[in-house]
């Protein structure tokens, strides 16, 4: 089984800061990594596919970059509404995993 | 447009079961793969398995096996997650995502979960 850890767990940021997180896959998974984003008592919505792909309708300041083990979620000029709790996923192999998930917190 | 729609809260005793569906709208069914990922309270979400809507071919997580099953009825464009056994350590708000699936000759593959349902909060007290 595929364990990810993301990290940070938690990050305060304030708007129109750059925020980086990370997502490390205990074994190689190629560009089977995809990110989500869950506000509050919402259902996680897609924002980057296969590692770096972008997705129709997701603001361009999301991006995304890394292969093998190690991979990265890019938040560009951080904006009030990107609040929020965001998990990579695996879908390499099965399992499907996660990782454990980092929040936003914006001050 | 795409829209999954699921099923209503549900308070179960410890050792029964639920069903939940999610009827899906807005493409066709049979096309691509429905998987089930659950997120109990502060935890991260969790994969528990999927089923291609096209041949009814179903994959569990081990940490399920003998107590979920995944069915579909295309008929009516609506996946089931049927979980039996229930302890405490189910209640969770449990979600259905679609996802494309690829087949080659020996098996099949999904991709990331581009639509997700609205979630589904399974309570389980005595």
């Known amino acids: 089984e595929i364990v990810l850890t993301q990290s940070p767990d938690f990050q305060s940021v304030t708007p129109k800061e750059k925020v980086t997180i990370t997502c490390r896959a205990s074994?190689?998974?190629?560009?089977?990594l995809h990110w989500y984003q869950q506000k509050p008592d919402q259902s996680p919505k897609l924002l980057i596919k296969?590692?770096?792909q972008s997705i129709s309708g997701v603001p361009s300041r999301f991006s995304g970059s890394g292969s093998g083990t190690d991979f990265t979620l890019t938040i560009n000029s951080l904006e009030a509404e990107d609040a929020a709790a965001y998990y990579c996923?695996?879908?390499?192999?099965?399992?499907?995993?996660f990782g454990q998930g980092t929040k936003l917190e914006i001050k | 447009q795409v829209q999954l729609v699921q099923s209503g809260a549900e308070v179960k005793k410890p050792g029964a079961s639920v069903k939940v569906s999610c009827k899906a709208s807005?493409?066709?069914?049979?096309?691509?793969?429905m998987h089930w990922v659950r997120q109990a309270p502060g935890q991260r979400l969790e994969w528990m398995g999927w089923?291609?809507?096209?041949?009814?071919?179903?994959k569990y997580s081990q940490k399920f096996q003998g107590r979920v099953t995944i069915t579909r009825d295309t008929s009516a464009s609506t996946a089931y997650m049927e979980l039996s056994s229930l302890r405490s350590e189910d209640t969770a708000v449990y979600y259905c995502?679609?996802?494309?699936?690829?087949?080659?000759?020996?098996?099949?593959?999904?991709?990331?979960?581009?639509?997700w349902g609205q979630g589904t909060l399974v309570t389980v007290s005595s």
């Open positions: 995502a679609r996802a494309g699936v690829y087949c080659s000759s020996t098996t099949c593959y999904t991709y990331h979960f581009d639509y």
């Open positions: 807005g493409y066709t069914f049979t096309s691509y793969a």
């Open positions: 089923i291609n809507a096209g041949n009814g071919n179903t």
């Open positions: 074994q190689s998974i190629g560009s089977s």
């Open positions: 296969y590692a770096s």
């Open positions: 996923h695996q879908s390499s192999s099965l399992p499907h995993s």
